[in-house]
């Protein structure tokens, strides 16, 4: 069975969307694993007629951000979660909750995050003045891998 999910909170549902006293720090620390508590319910049920099925796709109504140990309370209660409902531990290899927003190295590989050595992963703006300054050299724009050269 699957679900899918409607995230969009209208401008009527602008006070429910806590999000919005983050947004600097989303724009500043754009990777990363947050935490957050939220609320949704069942926006419709759609008939698959073919497959036999119903799949419900549920919105989210409200969305509260959390941090430090607000956010260790909400991790822990995701991984109990995930192992009452599949039986599998998120304990041992890294996985996607060991990112720590903020820059933190903790269980992060430089290269996943984009950076290595500390730079930065360029900008769009960045990678854009580099296309620009090859096409103006008449050099092919981005190598093979889609990089900029």
Known sequence: MAVKMAAQL????????????IERELLDQRRGTRYAVVAYHVKRVSDEIDEGVEIPTVQITH?????????DRVRELLADRYKD????????????FDVVPGGGDEGQDEEQD????GVPEPSGDELMARRDERNAA????????????
């Open 85 to 96: 409902r599949t039986g599998k531990s998120l304990d041992g290899d890294p996985t996607l």
């Open 10 to 21: 209208t401008r009527a549902q602008r006070e429910f969307n806590g999000l919005d006293r």
């Open 114 to 117: 984009g950076e290595q050595d």
């Open 138 to 149: 008449g050099l092919p724009a981005f190598s093979g891998s889609g990089d900029p050269l």
């Open 63 to 71: 969305i509260e951000p959390v941090e430090g140990s607000d956010a």
